[in-house]
């Protein structure tokens, strides 16, 4: 079974830094995009960043020059790393995998995946 867990969130005062970290366990063969997400309290959950496989990147606008997203394919490991925070960056932040390849010993399968999340919140 496949499980990713966040780590890192917690409460930071503008224009501070926190760094997201995200791990996939399991018997995983490979690991299409890793990406993160937020969800403000009220809205709708929004891509923050996403990383491919290659190493690709992808930003919100809102984000961009601000955050870092890389990974390490070797860990099934993903990272966010975040600067001049502002209060509007306050949210939940999940953690997604994308076409994740795994095996039972027997079979295999693919699905994407979500992380249970964790907290960020930037004080003004």
């Known amino acids: 079974q496949v499980q990713l867990v966040e780590s890192g969130g917690g409460l930071v005062q503008a224009g501070g830094s926190l760094r997201l970290s995200c791990a996939a366990s399991?018997?995983?063969?490979?690991?299409?995009?890793m990406g993160w997400y937020r969800q403000a309290p009220g809205k709708q959950r929004e891509l923050v960043a996403r990383i491919s496989s290659g190493g690709i990147t992808t930003y919100a606008d809102s984000v961009k020059g601000r955050f870092t997203i890389s990974r390490d394919n070797a860990k099934n490991t993903v990272y966010l790393q975040m600067s001049s925070l502002k209060p509007e960056d306050t949210a939940f932040y999940y953690c997604k995998a994308d076409q994740v390849v795994a095996t039972n010993g027997f079979r295999s399968s693919l699905n994407d995946y979500w992380g249970q999340g964790t907290q960020v919140t930037v004080s003004s």
């Open positions: 399991g018997t995983i063969l490979s690991i299409n995009a």
